[in-house]
């Protein structure tokens, strides 16, 4: 059973990556333009998807919801694409050896929760791939035409192919 979440935390960074890709040939400036989407701007929406990779996984390893990193975030798009990049990994890391039956217990917003870990690791990859569909709707606002597949389908296709 773990086997299908280390997947999916593979194919996450798979997706992360062919759009950090993408989004790294553009001009710095054009990731800051204010569009319609969750969050105003590309920038802020990838800083989105970082926080609550962040924030999950520092839940997840029993440290609270951690996300200074990503909250006092001030460098170049290159910068944060590899701070988002070694979160991914890390949660990769994290889930191959993940107990996906242990609940997670949390409070927020004056209300407790608990979740097992399993269900924090699916919603945070469904997350990811929610917010980069957004991005993508937002890069084709801009004009860009050159985006790469991300969707878990092609993902399996390319593993399948032996290309990753």
Do not use: C
Not at 4 to 10: G, K, N, P, T
Not at 82 to 92: E, V
Not at 114 to 137: D, K
Request: glycine share 8%; aromatic share 12%.
């Amino acid at each position: 059973m773990i086997q299908r979440y280390v997947d999916y935390a593979l194919y996450n960074i798979w997706a992360n990556n062919r759009l950090i890709s993408n989004l790294s040939e553009q001009d710095e400036q054009l990731l800051t333009e204010e569009l319609i989407g969750s969050y105003p701007t590309i920038q802020k929406t990838i800083l989105h998807i970082w926080y609550a990779e962040s924030g999950w996984l520092s839940r997840l390893k029993g440290n609270g919801w951690d996300v200074k990193k990503v909250t006092e975030f001030s460098g170049t798009n290159e910068e944060l694409f590899k701070g988002w990049q070694k979160t991914s990994g890390d949660f990769k890391d994290f889930t191959y050896n993940a107990d996906l039956e242990k609940t997670i217990q949390f409070e927020h917003k004056g209300e407790r929760f608990s979740i097992p870990t399993r269900e924090i690791i699916q919603t945070v990859f469904n997350h990811g791939s929610f917010h980069r569909g957004q991005v993508v709707i937002m890069m084709r606002q801009l004009g860009i035409n050159k985006i790469s597949q991300t969707d878990y389908i092609e993902w399996v296709r390319e593993k399948e192919r032996g290309n990753i």
